[in-house]
């Protein structure tokens, strides 16, 4: 979807990047954001418990490796979407969305090392 949004809302050579380039980074991130969990399914195993029923198992690398693709993935359509609308929008908005998300990134990061992985 991101990748009609920008070819339909911008102009073939609008700034710094491009609506190829836009496109290319779209597809590019929302392809590792499916990849990613992939990643987690090719290395887990399906136990059967019969107290809780089935469980899954895996590696802590491949679980690792998986979410840092994700989050890598999520990041970069994050950032890609920051970059359009300041193409779109030259005010300071797409820098301060920029700004909004760094914030939002490390508040997550803070939370998930003070939480020890507790939910």
């Known amino acids: 979807m991101g990748t009609v949004v920008t070819a339909l809302s911008l102009p073939a050579s609008a700034g710094r990047l ?3 380039d836009f496109a290319v980074l779209n597809v590019t991130f929302g392809l ?17 418990n019969p107290q ?6 895996g ?21 890609t979407l920051a970059l359009f609308v300041h193409e779109v929008q030259p005010k300071g908005i797409g820098m301060a969305l920029i700004v909004m998300i760094g914030v ?3 508040l997550v990061g803070i939370d998930c090392f003070r939480t020890g992985g507790r939910s």
């Open 59 to 79: 590696y802590v690398w491949a679980f690792l490796v998986a979410a840092a693709v994700t989050a890598g993935a999520v990041s970069g359509e994050l950032t």
């Open 18 to 20: 491009t609506t190829p």
């Open 32 to 48: 590792l954001a499916v990849v990613g969990p992939f990643v987690w399914s090719t290395f887990r195993t399906a136990s059967a």
């Open 52 to 57: 809780t029923g089935a469980a899954f198992t």
């Open 104 to 106: 939002a990134v490390v």
